[in-house]
């Protein structure tokens, strides 16, 4: 079967850095997103990996490993608004979007 | 821009009853998807559609049908509803369904109650 799995909940300080972890076992892969979605709200795109590597984008990084089924999001200068539930997917052989739970994360000041 | 737009906002329904979730997109995309988030499980694929007049299952199709007139709509119709069909749903679209990069981009939701 398909499976991703993430933290479910993470707590962490507001200016700091946290990183939320990301495995998974899919038919096949094709590239892995990560969306944020607040409470209430539908999920928004925040980045893709293909490739091996870190891709930066201002205070959020992804990073991504194909051999080890492993990617992370890393989330600097921490602010209160970043408090919100973080998805991983990843695009299967079919080109289906496989999800994750999300992680909850919640800022504290 | 209007992106993806759903209708109702939220719905209160009684167990039988039938119902159709409407979903509109202006971006001229291709593919449509319609999933379902329950609390602690990841988005689930009901139906998808990758171009005007195909359609196709996904996760969960049991209960929903859809259908694809036009490249704008995807409504999702629940025939009898049952308390299980209790979620939040959501409609995407994406340019293509072909090809890694594949973002989607999320309507607004529509929460459904069955009773």
């Known amino acids: 079967g398909q499976n991703i799995d993430q933290p479910t909940e993470m707590t962490a300080t507001e200016g700091a850095i946290v990183q939320i ?35 930066e984008k201002g205070r959020f990084s992804s990073f991504l ?14 602010q209160m608004k970043d408090s919100a539930s973080y998805l991983c997917a990843v695009v299967d052989s079919n080109y289906q979007l496989i999800w994750g739970a999300g992680t909850k994360l919640i800022i504290k000041p | 821009t209007a992106g993806i737009t759903q209708a109702p906002t939220s719905q209160i329904l009684a167990a039988g009853r039938s119902m159709t979730l409407r979903c509109t997109q202006d971006m001229r995309h291709n593919a449509m998807y319609w999933y ?3 609390l602690g499980l990841g988005l689930r694929l009901i139906h998808y559609s990758n171009t005007a ?15 694809r007139a036009n490249t704008d709509d995807f409504p999702l119709t629940l025939a009898s509803a049952v308390p299980s069909q209790t979620s939040v749903y959501f409609c995407a679209s994406s ?10 981009f999320f309507g607004p939701g529509t929460r459904l109650t069955v009773l």
């Not at chain 1, 490993?65 to 989330?75: A, D, H, I, N, P």
């Not at chain 2, 007049?53 to 859809?66: H, I, L, N």
């Open chain 1, 21 to 55: 972890n990301c495995t998974y076992q899919t038919s096949g892969f094709n590239g892995l997103f990560w969306y944020q979605q607040h409470a209430g709200e539908a999920p928004t795109f925040l980045s893709y990996n293909v490739l091996d590597g870190l891709e």
């Open chain 1, 65 to 78: 490993s194909r051999s080890k089924g492993y990617s992370y999001l890393l989330l600097k200068e921490l």
């Open chain 2, 36 to 38: 379902r988030q329950d």
């Open chain 2, 53 to 67: 007049g195909t359609t196709g299952k996904g996760e969960v199709p049991d209960g929903y049908s859809v259908s």
């Open chain 2, 95 to 104: 340019d293509s369904w072909e090809g890694s990069y594949n973002e989607q």
